[in-house]
């Protein structure tokens, strides 16, 4: 009864609130606060309470109440960001109103870079330090900064369109070089003017719908060590090219990290024994009575940096390649590490990369319940109580070429961190031979 009349105090409260009438609302939401002995709805009524004060202090005290209930409410993390200046009101998408199209085309800032002693070209070198020029060969080193990649807090940028939206179709730059204006494909985030060859990178800060980068692990070597590394990956696998291979291509691929915090919830049937016997749970769903004891209750989760692929083209191969590369050393993103560099746009989106991050997590933990509960067996579980907290979006090195194998390309990416290969040619057997003489004037061998 006492809970009954506490909710019916909230819910006249989100009323009133709703109808624009504060004070009234203040006055049932108060009583429902005095009342309420559950978290939820203490959450919710202290976020409703966050609505109807006007001043800043008491707004702050409501927001930080509501998540002192419920860390994870997405509504008031959302308002605490816009109480600390982190998110803007007018960029919160109204879920009730559809967003205007986009145009078709959009200007966009660019920048090039430019040897400071022949003003040649400047490209970034595989040392993953410096810019060096392709006429003078001056180095210029560019001091990128020690901290790790940032991470952004996963409901401040889902309260906005760019959490949900896609790249643009056509974007339009302006060549500081010549002056000519080129499109940069959608695949692209990196190109070189097509009239006088400067490099050029978007300028991310000018662009609204896509999320900047906010780490890159930089390349650390060039083509003729990528193809050095495909030879002897062909030749270990006995494979023999059809016909002539392209050289590696070296580009960046874009890929989401998530951290999921939270509980995972299960129901469950535990034995319950005055004797000190390992085998006691083998009781549970013997049919005696008097052993077994249902419970309900909840288990941590904590995964860090679960990665999920931005990019549907590659996605199946860039799988096996991910757990090569060593996250951790990802440096803040900085518009240089991309000079010559082309490095393709993200095309799964935020919110849909986070639903596959949550639902993988979920399987894990499911899978793992058994193992991490021994004396308990599961019987359910919801992941209700999962929350994703924060996310980053990476640039990844890679050497992209196909392997011409059984009547068709098969695609092979080489991490361009540290050389591991992956394929889906990895259960292809053949007879070695061939790939060497192609590329043995790059290699230097033969």
């Known amino acids: 009864m006492f809970n009954d009349y506490s909710r019916e105090l909230l819910r006249t409260g989100i009323i009133e609130a709703k109808a624009g009438y504060k004070q009234s609302a203040q006055r049932y939401l108060d009583r429902a606060i005095y009342s309420s002995n559950d978290h939820e709805e203490l959450a919710e009524a202290w976020y409703w309470m966050s609505q109807v004060v006007d001043d800043p202090a008491e707004k702050r005290r409501a927001v930080e109440n509501c998540l002192a209930h419920n860390l994870h409410h997405a509504r008031a993390r959302r308002m605490l960001a816009i109480l600390d200046g982190k998110l803007r009101e007018n960029e919160i998408v109204n879920p009730d109103q559809l967003p205007p199209a986009p145009e078709g085309l959009r200007a966009a800032d660019a920048q090039r870079f430019m040897c400071p002693k022949c003003g040649g070209r400047m490209t970034f070198a595989p040392d993953g330090q410096s810019l060096v020029c392709e006429y003078c060969t001056r180095t210029h080193a560019l001091g990128f900064a020690s901290r790790p990649a940032g991470e952004k807090d996963f409901i401040t940028v889902m309260a906005t369109a760019r959490g949900h939206g896609k790249p643009l179709n056509e974007q339009v730059f302006h060549c500081e070089g010549c002056g000519c204006e080129f499109i940069l494909p959608p695949s692209q985030i990196s190109a070189a003017c097509v009239y006088c060859g400067s490099p050029h990178v978007v300028n991310w800060e000018s662009e609204e719908q896509l999320l900047a980068p906010d ?216 007879k070695t031979g061939g790939l060497m003489e192609w590329l043995k004037d790059l290699t230097g061998e033969g």
């Open 215 to 430: 780490g890159v692990l930089p390349h650390k070597f060039g083509q003729r060590q990528a193809v050095k590394l495909l030879v002897n990956w062909v030749e270990g696998g006995n494979i023999k090219p059809e016909k002539r291979v392209e050289m590696p291509r070296g580009l960046y691929l874009p890929l989401w990290t998530f951290d999921i915090g939270g509980v995972i919830e299960y129901t469950g049937e535990t034995c319950e024994s005055s004797y000190d016997d390992d085998n006691a749970i083998a009781l549970i769903g013997s049919g005696k009575r008097g052993q077994v004891k249902r419970i309900s209750d909840s288990y941590p989760v904590l995964v860090d940096d679960l990665p999920i692929p931005a990019s549907r083209k590659l996605s199946a191969v860039f799988l096996r390649l991910i757990p090569t590369f060593d996250l951790r050393s990802a440096q803040p993103y900085d518009p240089r590490f991309l000079a010559n560099w082309p490095a393709e746009v993200y095309d799964i989106p935020l919110a849909e990369a986070s639903l596959d991050a949550r639902g993988r997590a979920y399987a894990r933990y499911k899978n793992d319940l058994p193992n991490l509960l021994p004396e308990t067996r599961i019987l359910g579980s919801s992941s209700a109580g999962m929350a994703i907290e924060s996310f980053k979006l990476l640039l990844l090195p890679v050497w992209m070429t196909e392997l011409p194998f059984g009547g068709r390309e098969h695609l092979v990416l080489i991490n361009g961190q540290n050389g591991a290969v992956a394929s889906d040619l990895s259960e292809k057997k053949a």
